[in-house]
């Protein structure tokens, strides 16, 4: 592992980021933040992480402060991922030592633990809390009932709660994120416990503890948990007591794990287990965020991209956890689609259109490709069609009513998101080939389907013209003019993972690729743009399956262990790593890249 731990944690109807030493783009708060329930419509959670005080310090995440100076910011000496789905750093600090660990678990609850130990050889008295900072929601009043505070508001109602605590400060924070109040009132002693009910654009922060004899070199330990339900009412009913925690979330990702595919494996099983939970943390009822961390927003919401989601499925497809990825083409197939019968390209956190998030990039005619083939593969394995014969028409006309060049279907931004303008793309014409290949064996329509074998035999076509002795298929056709762009495009790996045609000129271009595509010897570049310039993830993991599909079990050993090499302290995959320093990655953890590592994983069993 390289790069600092941020985690994906979650559960049913829970979904967020976690980490106590790396910032994110908004890098404010620590612990859990950004964490959704019931949808990706609202962010509930600035900070949520165990405090500690002890004497005039107190310690939370990596931060540690007093009255005067700035925080100082503490480097775990150990961060990794227990069993699969418990988040756990420890520190080392003058006087004592702290181990924090953070989970999801069950419908909708999140639990936390921290083990502090004295370094000191001095028993003394210290407190210890559930900090919380929860982001602002309408109509939202904070009170506490016994060993417990409720925060409820006009989206859901929020259980703070720790056995035996009576410890407890309510405060309203300010709107920006910067936050003061909470900690000076523990710092100066400033006891704030009324119910408050704070402004619609402020947050509230929460501490709920107590004080604790720490034994001279002895330890003890502190647990809590935070609960989510749309209404008090539905608080109530499922109360349950901050006790065992880390046992209910070990039963209950347990049981996940065992209802799909046993990684055989040994090399890879602890770091797949890591990442297949990360990727059901990070779902909620279908809707698969393309990140949590804040890179890749849209309207102040995590965005949907089709195409992600869709790479996520076929990862669940392949490690045979059928639930969730019913759940995923499902809530893909009820989209609104463009009046072409198209996807659109990027949906809100509400799931509604959101075009041109970071960048307008027309059509993204690819996701068709994966979300038909994924259709097969679902109805191959349980033997139901999730889309009606008329529906999957209405959805493949785009691909035949659409531009055409050289065969080829577009113009769209494919994979890469059109760095190259508008574009007639190999490698989507690959997906769309292998999407309509797999649509022909669920469409019963014999003058439709004969439309389709047209297409296909076209886009192979276009395909095959793109290809240049020595150099492999290059990237395609652009719009604007009709020279064939000279570029590699590695998403083209994918091609036979989504059901096209296993050419001789993509041997030949595989071939061409390992040694012109390469970073830090097994890493796989993009497409010879700068964007993220060096290896990434998901390219790396798609060449790794298409070697193994072909028989160079050497390449795909080779590429999953880089792959295994190349995550962060918990074991997650980031998207890429910088091309000029091999100890720099972008955007961690990235959810497709984890995604695409159970894939990777699980290509032996598909």
């Known amino acids: 592992m390289r790069y600092p731990g941020l985690g994906i944690i979650g559960c049913e109807k829970l979904a967020g980021m976690y980490g106590v030493n790396e910032g994110i783009i908004d890098g404010k708060g620590t612990g859990v933040r950004h964490l959704f329930y019931d949808g990706f419509d609202l962010d509930l959670v600035h900070s949520a992480v165990t405090l500690i005080k002890d004497g005039d310090r107190i310690y939370y995440g990596n931060r540690l402060e007093r009255k005067a100076g700035h925080p100082v910011h503490i480097k775990p000496v150990e961060s990794k991922t227990e069993e699969g789905f418990c988040f756990t750093d420890r520190f080392e600090m003058d006087g004592l030592t702290k181990t924090d660990r953070g989970f999801g678990f069950g419908q909708s609850s999140l639990g936390f633990q921290c083990d502090i130990t004295d370094q000191q050889n ?79 654009d402020s947050l509230t922060g929460i501490l709920l503890g107590k004080k604790v004899t720490l034994p001279a070199m002895g330890s003890v330990s502190f647990e809590w948990k935070m609960q989510f339900e749309r209404t008090i009412e539905a608080l109530e009913t499922n109360i349950s007591q901050a006790s065992r925690l880390k046992n209910k979330a070990q039963t209950y990702w347990d049981t996940f794990i ?95 259109p959101s075009e041109g998030a970071n960048n307008n990039v027309f059509h993204q005619l690819d996701s068709i490709g994966y979300f038909a083939h994924n259709l097969w593969v679902y109805k191959t394995m349980t033997g139901r069609q999730l889309m009606a014969e008329q529906e999957l028409k209405s959805l493949l006309t785009a691909l035949l009513t659409c531009e055409k060049k050289n065969g080829m279907v577009g113009p769209e931004g494919g994979v890469n998101e059109g760095v190259f303008g508008p574009a007639f793309i190999t490698s989507s014409n690959m997906f769309i080939y292998g999407g309509v290949k797999a649509a022909l064996k669920m469409i019963e329509d014999p003058d439709f389907c004969k ?156």
């Not at 770091?271 to 990140?291: L, Y």
């Not at 050497?554 to 997650?572: A, C, P, Q, V």
Request: net charge negative; proline share 3%.
């Open 451 to 606: 439309q389709l074998k047209d297409l296909n035999a076209e886009i192979l076509r276009g395909v095959e013209s793109t290809y240049l002795e020595g150099e492999g298929y290059q990237y395609g056709y652009v719009s604007y003019h009709n020279e064939l762009v000279k570029k590699y495009d590695t998403p083209q790996y994918f091609g036979l993972l989504y059901g096209f045609e296993d050419t001789e000129n993509m041997r030949l271009t595989h071939q061409h690729l390992i040694d012109h595509a390469a970073f830090y010897e097994d890493g796989i570049g993009y497409s010879e743009q700068e964007y993220h310039h060096g290896p990434w993830i998901f390219n790396t993991g798609a060449c790794a399956q298409y070697a193994h599909l072909v028989g160079d079990e050497n390449t795909y050993i080779r590429k999953l262990e880089w792959i295994s090499d190349h995550g962060n302290d918990y074991g997650l995959m980031p998207e890429a790593i910088n091309g000029d320093d091999e100890n720099q990655c972008y955007i961690n953890p990235l959810i497709w890249a984890c995604a695409e590592y159970v894939s990777t994983c699980h290509i032996k069993n598909t």
């Open 258 to 352: 065992q209802q799909g595919n046993t990684l055989q494996d040994p090399r890879h099983q602890e770091q797949e287990r890591v990442n297949r939970i990360a990727i059901k943390s990070a779902m909620i009822g279908g809707f698969v965020p393309a990140d949590l961390t804040g890179h890749y927003y849209s309207d102040g919401m995590p965005s949907y991209y089709a195409r992600d989601s869709m790479m996520v499925a076929r990862a669940f497809l392949s490690a045979g956890h059928l639930k969730e990825a019913k759940e995923i083409i499902c809530y893909l197939k009820n989209r609104k689609r463009k009046s072409s019968g198209e996807f659109y390209q990027r949906y809100n956190g509400e799931g509604n």
């Open 122 to 200: 001095k028993s003394r008295e210290i407190e210890v809390y559930a900090y919380v900072l929860l982001r602002p929601q309408a109509k939202m009043k904070v009170e506490k009932k016994e060993s417990r505070v409720i925060a409820a508001g006009a989206h859901s109602a929020i259980e703070v709660r720790a056995e035996d605590c009576d410890l407890i400060t309510i405060v309203e924070e300010g709107p920006t994120g910067f936050i003061y109040r909470l900690t000076s009132a523990l710092l100066y002693d400033e006891g704030h416990d009324a119910t408050i009910e704070p402004r619609d």
